[in-house]
């Protein structure tokens, strides 16, 4: 998970959502429910509503249009962070919105929220608040390691230390070193290729996750230890240059 900056929506769309909520609202509370999952899966709200949606979220969405959640496959459902099952008054709020794969959408999180006993969600909102605050990514065997109870929870509901997605994180890892390598080189003048081209490259990989990491952990203590096996890593991943158009924060 990463960062990820929410785009506004389109003021129409936003006003058809408005009148929607309306109408659930106005309804019982025993049938707000099934009256939100109608109105969600109607066919008019699927063109008004859901596709211009679908289209901001792609753009917020890391590279070529991935999953919010594990960022390996690419986003095919808008997924509601709160479900519409606990909320349905939240099916129509734009902040609502994410854009996750089938995997981490229909698979694991279906309609799972934990909250603590305050009522406060415990799953990471990557548009709210930085996963990495909760978030330990070991790049060495590509899994997550949990730094608070929301961390924990978050892993386990949305399955993000599937092996799938720990072995593509692995092979990112590896792409990422041999692009910021090249980038090296291209700035020295060592090859043709156009350094901010590299860069591209490596902000358009799957798993970004695996870059922030490498860029958050480069500057902590114990990066010596984390990067002993790519040690001419460390000072690329410093470069304010890389700095300035890889790391991303809130
Ligand atoms: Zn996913």
Redesign the pocket.
Known sequence: MIPIHRLPLPAEVTDRMTTLSGHIRSEDPSHQVQIARDLWRSKTTRSQVATPIRTVLQRMAPGAER?M??G??FGTDIDHYEPIAQAPLRTFDWPNHLL??S??NSHHKRDQFPLDEQGIPLLIDPTVEDPFDHLMLSLSVGEYRALSEKGRRTIEVCGLNRFALARARQNVFQVVVLCLRTWSAAVRGENLYDPAQVLHMIREQPCADVCQAMLRQVEQPGAAVVFSEVPDIVGLLRDRRVREVLLLTL
């Open positions: 999953c959640y594990c390996d496959s996750a794969c995997h981490c």
